[in-house]
């Protein structure tokens, strides 16, 4: 069965410093990844996603995924953390058995200190 | 949040009461989903559909039913043989082209159980 975990439920870091969210999957045959973000009381709104091709995947709002497959791990990632990207981050994995669900980790919130 | 419109924004129910969440889409997508979000628990899937006139449960449909009749439309019925109603409701839609569609939510709404 598909699954993701997110290994930390709050990540703190300074303004300006390079930050990093964790996310590990596991899957039966090719993986199909995302990053969504939430903002309080709002809807998720869609960062990035992994089909194939290069590991370093480039989405919204200056965020960068890596994707490792011998780890199996797709770490969001940004150079210099703002202030307005204190949020709560979902990694989410696509069933590949034939089925249109979507499993999404637990989440991590992120807490940018100015 | 765009293109996909869910209301009320909060909504209070007593309880045996049945209530139903609107959710409405103008991005010409086939397929829509139902999650239910609970603090420290992610996303949870309870309903999809890929085409109008056909839904299927997800991992928590015990006590909610839904309906497609137009493609456009998914609501959500919320009855009262869902014990512990409490929760942040998020709407979905996706092209349902596949494994690799995104997923573009709506607003949410939040319903407390008075």
């Known amino acids: 069965a598909q699954s993701v975990a997110q290994p930390e439920d709050q990540v703190n870091v300074a303004e300006g410093n390079p930050l990093t969210v964790k996310c590990t999957y596991s899957v039966s045959g090719n993986p199909y990844l995302f990053w969504y973000v939430q903002y309080p009381n709002r809807g998720l709104q869609f960062l990035l996603k992994y089909i194939t091709g290069d590991n370093l995947v480039k989405g919204s709002y200056g965020f960068e995924a890596e994707f490792n497959k011998s780890q199996t791990s797709f770490h969001l990632k940004k150079p210099s953390a703002l202030v307005s990207d204190s949020a709560l981050y979902f990694c989410a994995v696509r069933e590949n058995t034939g089925g249109f669900k979507t499993i999404f980790g637990a989440g991590t919130r992120l807490f940018v200190k100015a | 949040d765009g293109g996909i419109t869910q209301s009320p924004k909060y909504l209070f129910r007593k309880e045996g009461q049945n209530v139903t969440l609107s959710c409405e889409q103008n991005?010409?997508?086939?397929?829509m989903y139902w999650y239910r979000q609970d603090p420290g628990q992610g996303l949870r899937l309870i309903y999809y559909?890929?085409?109008?006139?056909?839904?299927q449960k997800g991992d928590i449909a015990e006590g909610y039913s839904v309906s497609r009749e137009k493609k456009e439309s998914f609501p959500l019925t919320v009855t009262s043989a869902q014990k512990n109603p409490t929760a942040f409701y998020l709407c979905?839609?996706?092209?349902?082209?596949?494994?690799?569609?995104?997923?573009?939510f709506g607003p949410g709404t939040r319903l407390t159980v008075l």
């Open positions: 559909s890929q085409i109008v006139n056909d839904f």
């Open positions: 991005l010409n997508h086939d397929a």
């Open positions: 979905a839609s996706s092209t349902g082209q596949g494994l690799t569609d995104t997923q573009y």
